[in-house]
Nanobody
Framework: QVQLVESGGGLVQAGGSLRLSCAAS????????MGWFRQAPGKDREFVAA????????YYADSVKGRFTISRDNAKNTVYLQMSSLKPEDTAVYYC???????????????WGQGTQVTVSS
């Protein structure tokens, strides 16, 4: 089992940048694929990015490709989401999650953090 805690959210102007962090505790962080999801008010939770256990294989939603970068540091039990060129439509609660294998679907992820709010003003 793994516990996840996100941080780094906040209010930023359109075009700005934020870096989200997700600190994991528990066993065998490096054995999990990690993902970032987001949920805006009234909308379903959606996939943003994921990375395999080694960090060498990232995947991105089309809506964030080229603007967001996912990375992980297994020595620090942390996964990051660097967000640049932010748009108002990126406003959402962002969640990190852990899965046994890299995936884009919410149902594939077994452990979730509590979320961190990202608000992008126009």
């Amino acid at each position: 089992q793994v516990q996840l805690v996100e941080s780094g959210g906040g209010l930023v102007q359109a075009g700005g940048s934020l870096r989200l962090s997700c600190a994991a505790s528990g066993r065998a962080f490096s054995s999990y694929a990690m993902g970032w999801f987001r949920q805006a008010p009234g909308k379903d939770r959606e996939f943003v990015a994921a990375v395999n256990w080694s960090g060498r294989t990232p995947y991105y939603a089309d809506s964030v490709k080229g603007r967001f970068t996912i990375s992980r540091d297994n020595a620090k039990n942390t996964v990051y989401l660097q967000m640049s060129s932010l748009k108002p439509e990126d406003t959402a609660v962002y969640y990190c999650a852990a899965a046994y294998g890299i995936a884009r679907e919410v149902i594939e992820y077994h452990y979730w953090g509590q979320g961190t709010q990202v608000t992008v003003s126009s």
